[in-house]
């Protein structure tokens, strides 16, 4: 691998990611409240029966998290 594919591939995705971060630049909702979710989340799964489900049930809160965060940093 040469030098130049080596820095390319170090800054490519550097700069899609700020492209994107400052591509759809908006206001952030403060009724975003992804962190109290996800801890309420987390109490209701620690409540289940077994410890697959409450495992199953925290990916859940993690999956609902992840995608909450999305939301309230591209506005969609």
Known sequence: ???LSKRLAFFVPLVVALVMVLGHSGPARASTRCF???KDCYYKSAAKDSYIDMWLAGLDCELDFTDCTRRAILGR
């Open 36 to 38: 109290e979710n996800l």
């Open 1 to 3: 691998m040469s030098p």
